[in-house]
Nanobody
Framework: HVQLVESGGGSVQAGGSLKLTCVASGNAFTCAMGWYRQAPGQERVLISSISGDGSTYYTDSVKGRFTISQVKAKNTMYLQMNSLKTDDTAVYYC??????????????????WGQGTQVTVS
């Protein structure tokens, strides 16, 4: 199993920046990793992901402001968030798609989650 731990959340004024970090441990082979967020009263939604080959996805609302990256050797993923808006206020979750390095297979969806980190933009 993969264990994920996020850090880097906090409070910031609109226009400011934060950088979130997610560290994977345990059976840390992941086929993809991503960041979800959940605002009060709303569903948890995927905002960005990065696959094993480095290809990235961003939801429209964060394109041009957020940058996802990873350092595979450190089993670490980052989300650099710039030009933050009040609408970015949410709990941010790190997620991973697990798999088997030995068998060369990947699970079908994000099945591993961190505990979440609060981001508040005022």
């Amino acid at each position: 199993h993969v264990q994920l731990v996020e850090s880097g959340g906090g409070s910031v004024q609109a226009g400011g920046s934060l950088k979130l970090t997610c560290v994977a441990s345990g059976n840390a082979f992941t086929c993809a990793m991503g960041w979800y967020r959940q605002a009060p009263g709303q569903e948890r939604v995927l905002i960005s992901s990065i696959s094993g080959d480095g290809s990235t996805y961003y939801t429209d609302s964060v394109k041009g402001r957020f940058t996802i990256s990873q350092v595979k050797a450190k089993n670490t993923m980052y989300l650099q968030m710039n030009s933050l808006k009040t609408d970015d206020t949410a709990v941010y979750y790190c997620a991973a798609v697990g798999g088997s390095r030995r068998r060369g297979t990947c699970e079908s969806d994000f099945g591993y989650w961190g505990q979440g980190t609060q981001v508040t933009v005022s």
